[in-house]
């Protein structure tokens, strides 16, 4: 029950943030793009430890080597585009909604935790990828930045599509 | 002159070119095996490019990572398994035999190509 409660809130949370963060400039979808991925980190940190389940405890590790490896880029670019990122409603709501998710998944284990995560992860990818198809690949001014949206794009829908088969395979 | 005879590939070509060589230098009646040829895929954008290749036995398929994460090529059946490319590095396959050798990236399911020897 906790467990269903949690997602409804959290499917509720980031639509309304990112509809708030239309027009966002560069800095702040830097600031979004490097929290997307954090949050994203921790949960898969969390996973990595305390999944049952083997492919989902391998769907964390991926998370986590693909996540860290985007904002690598990322940081490598605004680094080089001299943007500072800039911390902003959507960015600050996705911390808070990523802090939750971490600490009630901390209060379940075994199936549970697994399905869990599973489902986060799945509701998560595709409001990040919403968020990337409608406000942060149209905001982005910097060609580059534009760019790089664009290359992880198919990797955020890969991770999605990972997601969903877990999630049916665990329901069985 | 070789260079002339190997660029006219016709018969007609060969003989008219072969009859203005001095013997020593005159092609062979044989045809010339092809030399293998080594073919690339790039991985960008989470995905194979391109996703199907064709080759002949002794060619091989090198695959480039240009994603900021790893990613493998693993066909069925053991086939052929590069295990992690990590951003920036390749992995080369030599094919032997005949077959079509379906593979994905064990990291990302979503991920598919297909290696045709023909």
Redesign the interface.
């Known amino acids: 029950m906790k467990l269903q409660v949690f997602v409804v809130a959290g499917s509720l949370f980031l639509p309304v943030s990112f509809a708030a963060a239309q027009g966002v400039n560069d800095a702040q979808i830097a600031s979004i793009v490097v929290t997307a991925n954090q949050v994203d980190i921790d949960a898969g940190n969390l996973a990595k430890s305390k999944a049952k389940n083997e492919e989902v405890k391998k769907f964390a590790q ?1 998370m986590v ?2 996540h ?3 904002n ?2 990322a940081t490598d670019l605004v680094t080089k585009l001299k943007v500072t990122p800039q911390d902003n409603e959507t960015s600050q709501s996705l911390k808070s909604g990523g802090e939750k998710n971490v600490a009630a998944l901390k209060g379940l284990k075994g199936a549970a935790f697994d399905k869990a995560y599973i489902d986060h992860e799945v509701a998560y990818h595709q409001q990040v990828l919403d968020a990337v198809d409608k406000t942060l690949i149209p905001s982005a001014s910097n060609a580059e930045l534009k760019a790089l949206l ?6 955020f ?3 999605l ?2 997601a969903k ?1 877990l999630q049916a395979s665990l329901g069985k | 002159m070789t260079r002339l005879t190997i660029a006219c590939g016709s018969l007609v070509c060969a003989v008219v070119a072969g009859a203005m060589l001095s013997s020593s230098m005159r092609p062979r009646a044989a045809a010339v095996p092809e030399a293998p040829v080594t073919h690339t895929v790039a991985i960008d954008g989470t995905q194979f490019q391109p996703a199907d290749v064709a080759i002949k036995p002794g060619d091989s398929v090198t695959w480039v990572n240009r994603d900021p994460f790893p990613h493998t090529a693993t066909a069925g059946a053991g086939a052929f398994d590069s295990k992690e490319i990590a951003p920036g590095a390749s992995w080369t396959f030599t094919a032997k035999a005949r077959g079509d050798l379906a593979y994905t990236c064990t990291l990302h399911p979503t991920m598919k190509g297909t290696v045709h020897v023909q």
């Open positions: 991926t080597t693909d860290t490896g985007v690598k880029s664009v290359k992880v794009r198919p990797a829908v890969a991770h599509e990972h088969t």
